[in-house]
């Protein structure tokens, strides 16, 4: 949380810092036509500022630039400023510094592509000239683009800045100025054919670093006008390098100059190294692992430096195909940078970000590589698909009660919380079997199935092979020592019991065929069972012992003969339960909930051998009887030691034992910290109950669940969490305008 509020208070910061107070001109709309036909020769440059100023506290970026930057001779500066609660207006500004009215368009939207579409025509038809710069305005988040106006609830993506482009012939250069995180590659790629020079900051950004170059850029315009675009880019760079402002408080500073025209090659370089990391991906993944952490990170981690990170790869990876193709990125990416710097706290910025996953706690939109989303970098290359395959790597999963979908809960409301967390496996819980199938709703859980296959979620059921008390009285239930009939548990020596229990996952699979595998939830015998006639004769037949195991001596041999023998019944059982089924769904995976640590093996549970049939095991971390943070991993680094098959927490809430919110909150970190593979919540009806604080455990499934700067973040966050940020922004703001007030008479 701290962090995030800390990143707004960045964003906030840096552009509260362009404040300065100036006055408005009062240009009417009646001179506009004139003043067009006054003004509107062609000239070699024409600068569009794509202020957008409509968000929540946005500044009044027009001020700040009307005083920097101004028409010549050679240039054209042409502004469309939207604020908040303010009409949008274009402007020119002239030579000596006037805001000229050219356009009141009243409320628009600066998030539609239409806008910045309209925007480009009207400079290019009313400034028509040999070449066109454009600097945006507002917030930005690397690949997800830039420009959130809050009236509208709108954004700008990439593909639609690109799709603005292509209509009106795009632009020489573009700038990001203000918007945070721009200096990504999937960014530049996506307008790599309509833009020759692309300039934007790996790190957050702001205007505080182009306010004063404003002016010489123009100057520069103005003055050299046949400079080339490339050369250009290397003078913005330049110019924000020695800026003084930016010299004194550059710390945090990151700025790259792009050339466009190389980016294919980059592009295809990436490509090939992750087909070839997706090939090898068993052996390149714990090497990754391994070094990502040092690798210099933006925006709290979801982006890494390109160049960095290829560096710190060539020194761990052995494999040569992959070190090849590691050097044939570093060349292509060298090829594209044409001037870039960097502040003392980024020393491992090189100019190009690439969106990455923390490993440790995956967070990956599946939007990034959705072709309706319109990425043409994760359209062209593997990347997306290795970023979804270390996404999946660690799982963080909720299970559902089946009785539940379309009835307590609508799919849009486990959907929504699926996206909320950034879950990467559901679970379709059947909970005891005979029940539940009598209290779901087929349709509703087969939709839910569809939504989260759409939407490349994996898909699991789960079962409880048992019956409720008093049921299925003929099929053999487990029999305790003294020699009392369990009334749920059934006995998994008996055949009739394992067809029994092998055809639930029949019925359910029939129904729900393309799900991505099954549970079948602790399948184990109570410690002092089973001494059923099935399993005496049987135990007699495979291991020629004669007495009664109900006699055997706890240290005894035989004793220890007995419970080796049941562990193999259980085993056996699972094999057949998987060969079964396997015949019927050969692509499917097998997952089984077991007991924790000691008692798996006292229940009849191998874990060793089971994890050799399986492809999943998830001992079950009991939430009622934690006593420590780290409770949840010393289980999963138990069974860690005695398995290689992939081991994730079943992390189940006691409703009765009235677990607290830091119970849960701790055993997720701690599963994610552990050796194993994730974690899954048992279940999504306690989580929601109204008995937990529902927004610090998303908080946890997603670190980024308030997110980087969205407008739905005001509506998400509501209440004090906003009045919060409010007062903190508000005194910020007014500290930085009182500091500024002072720097500014001080340096009268
Ligand atoms: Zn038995």
């Known amino acids: 949380m701290k962090k995030i509020i800390s990143i707004w208070l960045t964003c906030i910061f840096i552009l509260s810092n362009t404040i300065i107070f100036t006055n408005f001109c009062s240009a009417t709309e009646d001179n506009n036509q004139n003043y067009l036909q006054n003004n509107s020769t062609r000239k070699n440059w024409t600068f569009m500022f794509y202020d957008d100023a409509d968000f929540y506290n946005g500044y009044d970026p027009l001020e700040?630039?009307?005083?920097?930057?101004?028409?010549?001779?050679?240039?054209?500066v042409i502004v469309l400023q939207d604020k908040e609660h303010d009409s949008a207006k274009i402007w020119h500004i002239d030579e000596n510094h006037n805001k000229n009215l050219l356009k009141n368009m009243g409320e628009i939207n600066m998030g539609a592509y239409e806008t910045l579409k309209d925007f480009i025509s009207y400079c290019k038809e009313n400034f028509s000239a040999e070449r066109y710069i454009i600097s945006f305005y507002n917030h930005g988040s690397g690949w997800q683009g830039c420009c959130n106006d809050d009236t509208n609830n709108d954004?700008?993506?990439?593909?639609?800045?690109?799709?603005?482009?292509?209509?009106t012939d795009g632009v020489d250069i573009v700038c990001f100025s203000a918007p945070c995180l721009m200096g990504a590659l999937e960014s530049v790629y996506e307008l790599k054919d309509y833009t020759d020079v692309y300039i934007g900051s790996e790190e957050y950004s702001g205007y505080m670093w182009w306010i004063n170059i404003m002016k010489p850029l123009c100057d520069t315009l103005n003055q050299n006008p046949g400079r080339s675009n490339i050369e250009l880019g290397e003078t913005i760079i330049q110019l924000i390098d020695n800026d003084s402002y930016n010299k004194s408080s550059r710390d945090d500073l990151t700025m790259g100059a792009i050339r466009t025209d190389k980016m294919n090659d980059l592009g295809n370089a990436i490509d090939i190294l992750s087909q070839d990391v997706i090939n090898n991906f068993e052996e390149s993944y714990p090497i990754i692992k391994q070094f990502y952490q040092d690798v210099q990170s933006f925006g709290t981690g979801r982006f890494l430096d390109l160049y960095d990170f290829v560096e710190k790869y060539q020194i761990f990876e052995t494999n040569q195909t992959i070190n090849t193709d590691l050097k044939y990125v570093l060349e292509n990416l060298t090829k594209v940078i044409?001037?870039?710097?960097h502040g003392s706290n980024k020393p491992g910025a090189h100019g190009l970000s690439i969106n990455f996953l923390n490993t440790s706690n995956p967070i990956y939109d599946t939007k990034y590589a959705d072709l309706d989303y319109g990425l043409d970098f994760a359209y062209d290359t593997y990347w997306d698909e290795l970023l979804e395959k270390i996404w999946l790597k660690t799982s963080k999963g909720i299970a559902v009660g089946s009785n539940i979908v379309g009835a307590d809960s609508s799919i849009s409301e486990v959907l929504d919380f699926i996206e909320d967390c950034n879950i990467n496996m559901l679970i379709v819980d059947f909970g005891w079997i005979t029940w539940s199938w009598n209290n779901t709703l087929f349709d509703y859980v087969g939709n839910l199935i569809n939504e989260s296959k759409e939407k490349k979620i994996p898909t699991w059921l789960m079962y409880r092979a048992r019956t409720l008390e008093g049921e299925y009285e003929h099929l053999q239930h487990q029999v305790h020592k003294n020699g009392e009939v369990d009334g749920r548990y059934l006995c998994f020596t008996d055949n009739d019991n394992i067809n029994w229990s092998i055809s639930w996952a029949h019925k359910m699979l029939e129904k729900y065929p393309t799900v991505d595998g099954i549970i079948l939830y602790n399948p184990m015998f109570f410690s002092d069972c089973c001494y059923c006639p099935v399993c005496l004769e049987r135990f007699r037949n495979d291991t020629g012992i004669v007495s009664n195991p109900i006699d055997f001596d706890v240290d005894s041999e035989e004793y220890k003969t007995w419970i080796i023998w049941r562990k193999n019944i259980i085993t056996d059982f699972i094999n057949e339960w998987k060969n079964n089924i396997t015949d019927f769904y050969p692509e499917l995976q097998f997952g089984m909930v077991v007991e924790s640590g000691e008692m798996a093996g006292s229940v009849g549970q191998n874990i060793t051998s089971l994890g050799e049939i399986v492809d999943l095991l998830c001992p079950?971390?009991?939430?009622?009887?934690?006593?420590?943070?780290?409770?949840?991993?010393?289980?999963?680094?138990e069974v860690k030691k005695i398995t290689d098959v992939r081991v994730i927490s079943d992390i189940k809430?006691?409703?009765?034992?009235?677990?607290?919110?830091?119970?849960?909150?701790?055993?997720?970190?701690?599963?994610?910290?552990?050796?194993?593979?994730?974690?899954?919540i048992w279940d999504f009806d306690?989580?929601?109950?109204?008995?937990?604080?529902?927004?610090?455990?998303?908080m946890t499934y997603n670190p980024y669940y308030f997110g980087w700067y969205s407008p739905s973040i005001q509506e998400t966050s509501g209440g004090i969490l906003q009045v919060y940020i409010g007062i903190i922004m508000f005194i910020i703001a007014t500290l930085s305008i009182a500091i500024l007030f002072l720097y500014e008479r001080k340096k009268q």
């Open 155 to 167: 954004s700008l993506t990439m593909d639609e800045i690109q799709k603005a482009f292509i209509e």
């Open 620 to 637: 079950f971390v009991a939430l009622d009887s934690i006593t420590e943070t780290d409770f949840a991993s010393n289980i999963i680094n």
């Open 686 to 698: 306690s989580l929601v109950s109204g008995n937990y604080n529902i927004e610090s455990i998303k």
């Open 64 to 76: 700040d630039f009307a005083g920097q930057a101004c028409s010549g001779e050679n240039l054209n």
């Open 338 to 341: 044409i001037a870039e710097t």
């Open 653 to 680: 809430i006691y409703g009765p034992y009235n677990n607290t919110n830091n119970d849960i909150i701790n055993a997720i970190t701690s599963s994610l910290n552990s050796n194993g593979d994730g974690f899954f």
